[in-house]
């Protein structure tokens, strides 16, 4: 990482890039990202906590995890693989309770990185992008992209135990 | 959506506390996901602010235009309906290129830039053009090469080798992207006929 960005300052200088101003308005840009994200951050995981707390998720994992399993899934991303394509901040929430639940590096916390770094909030891009243009019939985007999502799933479980367990 | 995926975790969580009797370790939660969350944004803040601030150095500096030179004959294949004159094609690239790393800030006025290029192609008024849904499903997939969020999130959980999931990032991100395309193309072909 170091390296990347004394090949992106060097890169700056050679184009005659202001660097310190450009740097200080992405920062700026990065604040604005961070207060947009924060509400649902805050509401989201507070939400998770307390379906955490009163022992909903054991329930709900109890029955989950015997399908879960059968597909070779751990149990604790299956909330995320749900809520991915529809929040942002939610799977979020869940990321970092499935790190807090059994540690970054672990199999379920690997899993969960991949699927998280592999998808996208994908009911936000289709809203956002045909919002912008006002179209309504969507045709096959939904299923096209539902399935994307629902590959990146299938193998973020399956490169991770070929490649890092 | 949202709103009732939220206030039914919340409703379902009240509920089966009471059942279970677990009222003070609700309470506690509530207490605990509050802070909690405010120190994860905390935390993630200075990462965020520093990363944006670089990657605003390199959109400058002309790293983006630079790596939609790259893609474009990459993505002319793909969008084979639209014509090389056409505004499309050179957003199309700089949306792609601005996730690629990871600049979501700058990708989305390209990409509604983008769509209004292909709008202006497309038959149809209010119904999505078999490009328009491409461009789409490419936006949907994540093709951000280095997710840093997830890379600072790791870390601050404790993480030993915070980027050893890149190259499984890389491949299903691939295999994703490839099955929506391929969803998408096959489905577009098919109205052809």
């Known amino acids: ?165 | 959506m949202m709103n009732y995926i939220f206030g039914a975790l919340i409703l379902i969580s009240v509920v089966c506390s009471a059942v279970t009797g677990r009222g003070r370790e609700l309470t506690q939660g509530v207490i605990d996901g509050a802070s909690d969350s405010v120190k994860l944004l905390t935390t993630m803040a200075g990462m965020m602010l520093l990363w944006s601030g670089i990657m605003e150095i390199a959109q400058r500096g002309g790293f983006t235009a630079l790596l939609g030179r790259v893609l474009s004959p990459v993505l002319r294949r793909v969008f084979k309906n639209v014509p090389k004159k056409s505004k499309a094609l050179s957003k199309i690239s700089m949306n792609v290129s601005a996730n690629l790393l990871g600049l979501g800030n700058a990708a989305t006025p390209f990409g509604i830039s983008a769509m209004k290029e292909l709008r202006r192609l497309s038959p149809r008024e209010d119904e999505a053009s078999g490009d328009m849904v491409v461009f789409v499903v490419i936006n949907t997939a994540s093709i951000q090469l280095m997710p840093t969020m997830i890379g600072t999130l790791r870390q601050m959980y404790g993480s030993r080798e915070t980027f050893s999931i890149l190259p499984c990032v890389w491949l299903s991100s691939i295999c994703a992207l490839a099955v929506g395309l391929g969803i998408a193309k096959l489905f577009q072909g098919r109205e052809r006929d």
């Not at chain 1, 200088?13 to 805050?42: M, N, Y």
């Not at chain 1, 015997?66 to 299956?78: D, H, M, R, S, W």
């Not at chain 1, 592999?118 to 992008?129: P, Q």
């Not at chain 1, 096209?144 to 973020?156: I, N, P, Q, R």
């Open chain 1, 1 to 165: 990482m170091p390296l990347f960005i004394a090949v992106v300052l060097v890169f700056g200088l050679v184009k005659k890039v202001p660097l310190f101003d450009a740097f200080c308005e992405g920062a700026r840009e990065g604040i604005k990202t961070l207060l947009s994200i924060a509400p649902t951050l805050v509401g989201l995981i507070v939400a998770v906590d307390m379906l955490k707390a009163s022992s909903a998720t054991d329930m709900l994992c109890s029955f989950i995890s015997p399908a879960a399993e059968q597909l070779g899934f751990p149990k604790e991303i299956v909330p995320m693989i749900l809520l991915r394509p529809i929040s942002g901040g939610g799977s979020t929430a869940l990321l970092t309770n499935v790190y807090k639940e059994c540690g970054p590096d672990s199999f379920a916390g690997l899993c969960a990185s991949v699927l998280a770094g592999s998808t996208e909030t994908t009911f936000y891009a289709i809203a956002v992008y045909y919002g912008s243009v006002g179209i309504k019939r969507i045709r096959h985007t939904l299923f096209a992209a539902l399935s994307a999502d629902f590959t990146a799933a299938v193998m973020a479980v399956l490169t991770v135990r070929m490649l890092l367990s």
